[in-house]
């Protein structure tokens, strides 16, 4: 797990923004240590914890539990999106002289606290989930590792007795290691007094000891409220959205900075971040513009699917002329399996566009418009290899964009979904003509090619929900979780982009953490 301080990137909030602290990925035994650093240099000011981590060592999650209640802080279940540096990035510079190393957004869908995540979580004052975020707890695993010791014991002889006087340990050899996966009554005590002195019900106790440790159980809304594991209905918004600092008295997490701003780099981040989404230009998606689709396979991260879970493909990037070869090739690779594609783009060529479109078309593939956030490495990073061919993540739709010929693409599936927290604009297009005739061939309504052409190429105009479903761009309001949420394996019919993996390789299989 990693802490970095975070400022929000709604340009509407300057010069008084709320601030956080963004704390991602699995608790180790280190980690209440790296929380502390931060915390020490922000001189006692108390920000929000925005959590989202699959969870990790029970014993550090109860330290970084009462960390945060020491201090005094909020918590809730969240995901930041940053803009400029962030927090991978080395020698970045983004950020300098704008006050604060990192900018970005805080957001609740698909965000997780899991496992052991949910003891750190009980430590905040107010404690947030988000309708469209999970928490979930199960069985403690605990593991013994054994070990053959071979001592040298010194002794001499006293009356006729031996009189030890020393005994050291010369070697050591590992002698194998077992594991549990049930809480044993020392270990049930103490979380029992942790969740009693959080002033958490015992409720959440029993869920954990009701839960195999292969599984995880959601906790609901309502359960969380009459167990007191969350204080309100509310989300991470709550906390971190752009009018936070409106109102009188100011929330301690909010931060003046003069416009005139020529200071360094402020609190405990470690680089910097990208242009707010709620001030996006209506354009291409921050993480998208300016590079070649790639066409990228991803399985659902969120421990809540395993060990049957969502895969998809994942699209990011502008089209080329190129863009359909490659998605062919992908497609070849996979045989007869019908991925969803997650699309995100600013546009592109035309042509790579309506072929790309008519390949997703002919292979009877649902699309929808969101990012996928990959949560073992980036695929254009150096060294960066998938296990099994196959990416670890979640999409996310905030910030997503499908522009100008990136909508022809769209127009191809066989289920489209655009939701509300995603973005689709149009403007003229080349080829007017194929693009009309294509449009037809896709049974897409007859209003959305003149809407289409109206818009001068220099600007774009964004659809509303309603005016995709009218022109029939869209075949349903559903967001993207209609096509790679955690539980959607579970329904029936159960859909063909879910696959069991064999046993050695599911997340679940060899659980050796909380």
């Not at 270990?187 to 958490?200: C, F, N």
């Not at 990208?274 to 790639?294: F, H, L, T």
């Not at 294509?438 to 190429?457: C, H, K, R, T, W």
Request: net charge positive; charged share 20%.
């Amino acid at each position: 797990m990693r802490f970095v301080v975070v400022r929000s990137s709604a340009a509407e909030c300057e010069p008084n923004c709320p601030e956080w602290i963004s704390a991602e990925g699995t608790i180790e035994a280190g980690t209440p240590a790296l929380l502390r650093r931060t915390l020490k240099t922000l001189g006692g000011r108390r920000l929000p914890v925005v959590i989202n981590s699959p969870g990790g060592n029970v014993e550090a999650a109860l330290e970084l539990g009462r960390i945060i209640r020491k201090n005094k802080l909020d918590t809730a279940v969240g995901m930041t999106e940053f803009s400029g540096c962030e927090p991978e990035m080395k020698n970045c510079h983004a950020n300098d002289g704008k006050g604060a190393s990192y900018f970005g957004m805080a957001y609740d869908r698909g965000a997780m606290c899991n496992s052991a995540c949910p003891l750190m979580f009980a430590g905040g004052m107010q404690r947030l989930v988000g309708e469209w975020a999970f928490l979930g707890v199960h069985q403690i695993t605990t593991t013994y590792h054994r070990e053959r010791l071979l001592y040298r014991t010194t002794y001499r002889m006293v009356n006729g007795r031996k009189k030890v006087i020393s005994t050291k340990i010369v070697s050591r050899k590992s002698a194998g290691s077992y594991k549990t996966y049930e809480m044993s009554k020392a270990v049930a005590k103490r979380l029992s007094a942790y969740l009693k002195e959080m002033g958490i019900g015992e409720g959440v106790l029993t869920t954990m000891k009701n839960t195999p440790a292969s599984g995880i159980h959601q906790l609901v809304t309502e359960n969380m409220l009459r167990m007191n594991l969350v204080t309100s209905v509310d989300s991470v918004d709550l906390l971190t959205a752009s009018t936070v600092c409106e109102p009188k008295p100011v929330p301690v997490n909010c931060r003046e900075i003069p416009a005139n701003r020529n200071a360094k780099p402020a609190g405990a981040a470690i680089a910097e971040a990208k242009p707010a989404p709620a001030a996006r230009p209506i354009a291409a998606a921050p993480s998208s513009e300016g590079r070649e689709m790639r066409f990228v396979l991803v399985r659902g991260s969120n421990p809540l699917c395993n060990p049957d879970c969502p895969e998809w493909i994942s699209a990011e990037g502008t089209i080329t002329a190129g863009t359909p070869d490659k998605l062919r090739q992908l497609l070849d690779g996979i045989g007869q399996r019908r991925l969803p594609v997650i699309i995100n783009s600013p546009g592109g060529d035309v042509q790579g566009a309506l072929a790309a479109g008519r390949l997703i078309h002919e292979r009877r593939l649902d699309v929808a418009v969101a990012r996928t956030d990959f949560l073992d490495c980036d695929p254009d990073a150096a060294g960066c290899v998938a296990k099994d061919g196959l990416h670890a993540g979640l999409t996310v739709e905030t910030s997503a964009d499908c522009d100008a010929a990136c909508a022809l693409m769209i127009a191809g599936g066989a289920k489209r979904l655009v939701g509300s927290s995603a973005h689709l604009s149009l403007h003229a297009l080349e080829m007017g003509e194929k693009v009309k005739a294509y449009l037809d061939e896709m049974a897409i309504g007859p209003g959305l090619f003149p809407a289409m052409q109206s818009v001068l190429n220099s600007s774009h105009r964004e659809l509303s929900q309603d005016e995709m479903q009218e022109f029939g761009l869209t075949t349903g309001r559903q967001p993207v979780d209609e096509l790679t949420g955690a539980t959607i394996c579970k329904s029936t019919p159960r859909p063909d982009n879910c696959r069991v993996l064999p046993a050695a390789n599911a997340a679940a299989a060899t659980p050796a953490k909380l």
